[in-house]
């Protein structure tokens, strides 16, 4: 299955769960009670095995990975040492990718890939264009020297959140993933339980 580009509100409104964290897909007024579509159906009661494809969606569509990805992303936490469902989280938390969200140079998870692939985010001084790199902790990343007068970026600076699991130095736009995330600093909204469970079904 590839990985979806459609627009993140659709998506959000069908899963009843802000892909973007902020709630910025429900902010033209409260949720919604019916499923997307003209006829605006009831949202159906799931079933077991709907709770749990349910709870992997969220995952898949929140960090914008395709179905391989996220059961490859598994298969690594299964052979990490600690809880199976924050090993998880924790990959998909250090992918290059989503560092660059999480410093605040993108305000998307899409568009932190497109920084990315275009070859403007640098590790340790080096051009990295592969979303999926794995950060390190202690790893730079910063963005290229004719790159950081990009508009979007800039943009995205005058608004800049970050988590306390990074720094970022906004004037040399350059920052470091100083530990690896605890589990309560991450969505709350995501039961990775139930990730857990789909897969070993």
Same mark, same amino acid.
């Given at each position: 299955?590839?990985r979806?580009?459609?627009?993140?509100? &659709? &998506?959000? +409104? @069908?899963? +009843?769960?802000?892909?973007?964290?902020?709630? !910025?897909?429900?902010? !033209?007024?409260?949720?919604?009670?019916t499923?997307?579509?003209? /006829?605006?159906? !009831?949202?159906?009661k799931?079933?077991?095995?709907?709770?749990?494809? #349910?709870?992997?969606? &969220?995952? @898949?569509?929140?960090?914008?990975?395709?179905?391989?990805?996220?059961?490859?992303?598994?298969?690594?936490?299964?052979?990490?040492?600690?809880?199976?469902g924050?090993?998880?989280?924790? $990959?998909?938390?250090?992918? $290059?990718? *989503?560092?660059? #969200? @999480?410093?605040?140079?993108?305000?998307? @998870?899409?568009?932190?890939?497109?920084?990315?692939?275009h070859? /403007?985010?640098?590790? *340790?001084?080096?051009?990295v264009?592969?979303?999926?790199?794995?950060? !390190?902790?202690?790893?730079?990343?910063?963005?290229?020297?004719?790159?950081?007068e990009?508009?979007?970026?800039?943009?995205? $600076?005058? &608004?800049?959140?970050?988590?306390?699991?990074?720094?970022?130095?906004?004037?040399?736009?350059?920052?470091?993933?100083?530990?690896?995330?605890?589990?309560?600093?991450?969505?709350?909204?995501? *039961?990775?339980? $139930?990730?857990?469970?789909? #897969?070993?079904?």
């Amino acid at each position: 299955m590839s990985r979806y580009t459609g627009p993140n509100n &659709k &998506k959000a +409104r @069908r899963l +009843r769960f802000s892909i973007l964290e902020n709630n !910025k897909e429900f902010i !033209k007024g409260k949720k919604r009670i019916t499923a997307p579509g003209q /006829h605006g159906a !009831k949202f159906q009661k799931l079933s077991n095995y709907g709770e749990h494809l #349910y709870e992997k969606q &969220k995952v @898949r569509y929140m960090y914008g990975l395709n179905e391989k990805q996220l059961k490859n992303t598994f298969v690594k936490a299964t052979k990490m040492q600690g809880v199976l469902g924050l090993n998880l989280l924790i $990959l998909l938390e250090t992918r $290059l990718d *989503n560092i660059v #969200y @999480r410093l605040g140079l993108a305000n998307t @998870r899409k568009q932190a890939r497109q920084f990315v692939n275009h070859g /403007h985010i640098l590790v *340790n001084d080096k051009k990295v264009d592969i979303p999926s790199y794995r950060v !390190k902790v202690e790893d730079k990343i910063s963005v290229k020297d004719r790159t950081k007068e990009n508009f979007f970026m800039q943009d995205n $600076l005058s &608004k800049i959140t970050t988590k306390e699991f990074v720094s970022f130095d906004q004037k040399e736009m350059s920052g470091t993933l100083l530990r690896l995330p605890e589990r309560n600093e991450l969505s709350g909204q995501i *039961n990775e339980a $139930l990730v857990v469970e789909y #897969y070993n079904k």
